[in-house]
């Protein structure tokens, strides 16, 4: 019986896929988000984006992540000494032209991608995520559609504890952009709806 495995040819020698995320930031004990600046950062990325999520722990065939652009920010997120999971911004300056965002979505970051591995999913890291996310723009932020029912889920947690940022996230796409806080509350509220006709 055999078993498959990925590995990458990188400075003459094969390194595994666990072995390449957990050779950077070794002084990282704990937990923490770092940008994306050199080359071996931007591999970790890649490897991330193109053989964790759209190969090995892929849930959706339909949901492919592309590699991140350069120009694009992009953070990823270390827990213990191992890259875990990351995010990725579009600035408001590189939307113009785009016919997904209209004039209401490029005046605003946008968050064009999250992921947390698997087996660190409901451990709060993705509420780590847009705490950075926050932290970092401080301004109108938005959430690039399709959001996922998970991301729905963190984003709620994050905005029932903090109300002061429910003005100011967004889901965009489509040529529009709805708050996120408001559509949470619309679909509770047609949830109860539909509830109580069940019921009545």
Same mark, same amino acid.
């Given at each position: 019986?055999?078993?498959?495995?990925?590995?990458?040819?990188?400075?003459?020698?094969?390194?595994?896929?666990?072995?390449?995320?957990?050779?950077?930031?070794?002084?990282?004990?704990?937990?923490?988000?770092?940008?994306?600046?050199?080359?071996?950062?931007?591999?970790?990325?890649?490897?991330?984006?193109?053989?964790?999520?759209?190969?090995?722990?892929?849930?959706?065939?339909?949901?492919?992540?592309?590699?991140?652009?350069?120009?694009?920010?992009?953070?990823?997120?270390?827990?213990? !000494? #191992? +890259? =875990?999971?990351?995010?990725? /911004?579009?600035?408001?300056? *590189?939307?113009? %032209?785009?016919? $997904?965002?209209?004039?209401?979505?490029?005046?605003?970051?946008?968050?064009?991608?999250?992921?947390?591995?698997?087996?660190?999913?409901?451990?709060?890291? !993705? #509420? +780590? =995520?847009?705490?950075?996310? /926050?932290?970092?723009?401080? *301004?109108?932020? %938005?959430?690039? $559609?399709?959001?996922?029912?998970?991301?729905?889920?963190?984003?709620?947690?994050?905005?029932?504890?903090?109300?002061?940022?429910?003005?100011?996230?967004?889901?965009?796409?489509?040529?529009?952009?709805?708050?996120?806080?408001?559509?949470?509350?619309?679909?509770?509220?047609?949830?109860?709806?539909?509830?109580?006709?069940?019921?009545?």
């Amino acid at each position: 019986m055999f078993e498959t495995g990925v590995a990458l040819w990188i400075r003459h020698r094969w390194r595994t896929i666990e072995q390449l995320l957990s050779c950077a930031s070794k002084s990282s004990i704990g937990t923490s988000l770092k940008q994306v600046t050199v080359f071996g950062e931007r591999l970790i990325l890649w490897i991330l984006v193109r053989i964790i999520f759209n190969e090995l722990e892929v849930e959706n065939s339909l949901l492919v992540f592309l590699p991140v652009p350069e120009q694009d920010a992009a953070k990823i997120l270390w827990h213990r !000494g #191992t +890259a =875990i999971g990351f995010y990725s /911004v579009k600035s408001k300056f *590189s939307l113009f %032209g785009k016919n $997904e965002f209209n004039a209401e979505c490029t005046d605003m970051p946008i968050v064009d991608l999250v992921f947390v591995r698997k087996e660190h999913r409901r451990k709060t890291f !993705g #509420t +780590a =995520i847009v705490r950075d996310v /926050v932290d970092t723009y401080r *301004s109108n932020i %938005g959430f690039s $559609e399709p959001i996922t029912p998970a991301m729905y889920n963190v984003l709620k947690r994050f905005l029932i504890s903090n109300p002061l940022h429910r003005r100011h996230l967004w889901e965009c796409g489509d040529g529009n952009r709805k708050n996120i806080w408001l559509n949470l509350c619309s679909k509770v509220a047609k949830e109860a709806k539909d509830q109580n006709r069940i019921i009545t």
